[in-house]
């Protein structure tokens, strides 16, 4: 019977351990960017017919603070283009690049990597050269919501006409980034999902959807006919960090109770 309470506690123990693992990959912290459902640095062009374009959150560009075809944009949000908000929300962007430029991989592919067809958990995954996703790309947060997946392009993010990204088991498109060495270009039709930090720039072709950011730190963001929706802002405390403490009390607990047991001190 003892026996079987240790091994009962094991596994609690156990899991207090595995959301302590969880939680070890952060969210890549945005600072004032995540406030911007677009973020240029060599300005903003909008092409397609009046109000086509929608987004849902700030619009800005620094230093060039210029947007051709504003008009074209329904926008649910504030217009920063060239001053001083913008201004700040790209030094944020210049140290959350670097953060998630730094990230040590969990995953490495080839000279380029195909995403389409895979389910990926929570991780890094790094190609020194290409991203790219054809068809369909499922993130599976394995009932974790706090669950965070970086990705990080050497060079260019590309996805295919009609390509989508599908979340399951409590994947948040807030918790996803990619990171884009150059220029990331996701084509018509396609369905994405995440945060774009890109180096250089962002090119969406007419009927792409973005849930997330398009942060182009070095040159310009380019929009066609698409619906852009910024998640959700900031919380009081880090997920993760509450993910942490989670774990480690859960280890902390479980540890002392096979202690007590195996000292004879519990029945």
């Not at 640095?41 to 086509?52: E, F």
């Not at 700040?88 to 080839?110: E, V």
């Amino acid at each position: 019977m003892k026996t079987n309470r240790i091994a009962l506690l094991a596994v609690v123990a156990i899991a207090g351990w595995q959301s302590w693992a969880n939680a070890q990959i952060v969210k890549v912290d945005l600072g004032s960017a995540e406030d911007f459902a677009v973020l240029a640095g060599s300005g903003i062009t909008v092409a397609g017919s009046v109000g086509s374009t929608t987004i849902t959150g700030n619009i800005g560009t620094f230093p060039t603070a210029t947007i051709a075809g504003f008009e074209n944009v329904s926008l649910t949000g504030v217009n920063h283009a060239g001053d001083a908000i913008a201004q700040a929300a790209k030094g944020h962007l210049a140290s959350a690049y670097a953060d998630a430029a730094g990230r040590s991989a969990t995953t490495i592919y080839g000279a380029g990597g195909e995403l389409g067809g895979l389910t990926l958990t929570s991780g890094v995954y790094n190609s020194s050269s290409t991203l790219a996703i054809t068809g369909t790309l499922t993130l599976d947060a394995q009932n974790n919501p706090n669950a965070v997946w970086i990705f990080q392009a050497g060079s260019t993010l590309t996805t295919a006409a009609a390509s989508q990204i599908v979340l399951i088991n409590g994947a948040q498109a807030d918790n996803i980034f990619w990171q884009v060495g150059s220029s990331a270009t996701l084509n018509s039709g396609s369905s994405f999902e995440g945060n774009i930090l890109a180096s250089a720039s962002i090119t969406l072709i007419s009927g792409a959807a973005v849930d997330g950011r398009l942060l182009a730190l070095g040159a310009s963001v380019t929009l066609d006919a698409n619906t852009i929706s910024a998640p959700g802002g900031a919380v009081p405390e880090p997920a993760e960090t509450s993910a942490l403490i989670a774990g480690f009390f859960g280890l902390l607990v479980g540890v002392r109770k096979i202690r007590s047991i195996a000292a004879g001190k519990v029945g």
